[in-house]
Nanobody, 121 residues
Framework: QVQLAESGGGLVQAGGSLRLSCAAS?????LGWFRQAPGKGREFVAA????????KYGDSVAGRFTISSDNAKNAIYLQMSALKPEDTAVYYC?????????????????WGQGTQVTVSS
């Protein structure tokens, strides 16, 4: 089991930017971001493999969001730009023991508490 701590959420105007951070308590896990808007299911946002596979993005955020990792800190970051009101959601960091980039939330075993991102129009 790995503990995850997200930070960086907040309120921003449409067109603005935010940067989310996620720190993991252990090494060796591939990490990803998911989000859940009110009344909707959880949606894949971005992920990056701990030992390969490169970054992957959900269709709704590709070209606007960038995921990066700092293996020395066991951390990942999500730089969100050109934010839209429909990006409003709770953003969750998740970890999987699989080493390649994973987009399927079913393989993620550990989840953070989530951080709220609200984009006003």
């Amino acid at each position: 089991q790995v503990q995850l701590a997200e930070s960086g959420g907040g309120l921003v105007q449409a067109g603005g930017s935010l940067r989310l951070s996620c720190a993991a308590s252990k090494r060796g896990f591939s990490l990803g971001w998911f989000r859940q808007a009110p009344g909707k299911g959880r949606e894949f946002v971005a992920a990056i493999g701990v030992r390969g596979g490169g970054p992957k993005y959900g269709d709704s955020v590709a070209g606007r969001f960038t995921i990066s990792s700092d293996n020395a800190k066991n951390a990942i970051y999500l730089q969100m730009s050109a934010l839209k009101p429909e990006d409003t959601a709770v953003y969750y960091c998740a970890a999987t023991p699989l080493i390649m980039t994973q987009t399927n939330q079913a393989v993620y075993r550990s989840w953070g508490q989530g951080t709220q991102v609200t984009v006003s129009s």
